[in-house]
């Protein structure tokens, strides 16, 4: 998607060879017109699918899968990172290693909102090595539910996420593809 690669390399800022900081626009401050535009092409992309819910993990995700949601009319879920030890029956439960701090943490989704019935969009921010989405997942199949796809803003596809990702046959839409990029030079490639 022209439009978010060309944002990214007005308002991104590259923190050595892996990390891409977008939070003038994304996912700290939010341009909305943006992000409605994002919204747009995951419906484009996925529109035809049969799409009942728009997964996504807490914090960054929520605001694209509600924005993306208004194109769908469908509800959103986000997977709540479990602060407690206790995690009780009646929730679904994955853990996500953080691409950004190393922990491994719990997520959580109750029971009451994700079933056999439901054909299932996930979305998030970014795809790096591919936990969060693999954690995701996780929740949807132990519901029973059917995998339609992943819609992510920022693949970058240096790391191994999206091939791990698409490895196991599940369809993922990256709108923006990082071929390689470098703080020291301030250089962003896209795949093409
Ligand atoms: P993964 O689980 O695929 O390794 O990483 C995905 C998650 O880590 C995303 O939900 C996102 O919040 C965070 N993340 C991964 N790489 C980046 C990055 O370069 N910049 C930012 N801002 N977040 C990232």
New binding site residues.
């Given amino acids: 998607m022209k439009l978010l690669e060309e944002r990214i390399r007005k308002d991104g800022t590259i923190?050595g060879t892996?990390?891409?900081?977008?939070?003038r626009f994304?996912?700290h401050q939010m341009d909305i017109g943006l992000i409605n535009e994002i919204g747009k092409e995951f419906k484009r992309l996925y529109g035809d699918c049969g799409v009942n819910k728009i997964l996504t993990?807490e914090a960054?995700?929520i605001g694209i899968a509600c924005i993306t949601a208004q194109f769908f009319n469908v509800p959103v879920i986000f997977a709540k990172k479990n602060k407690t030890k206790n995690i009780a029956g009646d929730v679904y439960t994955s853990k996500?290693?953080?691409?950004?701090h190393g922990k491994v943490y719990d997520i959580i989704v109750s029971k009451e909102f994700l079933g056999p019935e439901d054909r299932v969009l996930l979305i998030?921010?970014?795809?790096?090595?591919?936990?969060?989405?693999?954690?995701l997942i996780n929740l949807v199949r132990d519901a029973g539910a059917t995998l339609v796809g992943a819609g992510i803003c920022?693949e970058?596809a240096f790391?191994p996420?999206g091939d791990l990702i698409r490895s196991m046959g599940v369809r993922v839409e990256s709108l923006a593809r990082v071929k390689s990029m470098d703080e020291a030079t301030n250089s962003i490639e896209f795949c093409e």
């Fill in positions: 923190r892996e990390v891409l900081k977008v939070d994304l996912n993990i960054s995700g996500v290693e953080s691409f950004t998030d921010d970014f795809l790096a090595n591919g936990s969060a989405l693999q954690g920022v970058k790391q996420g």
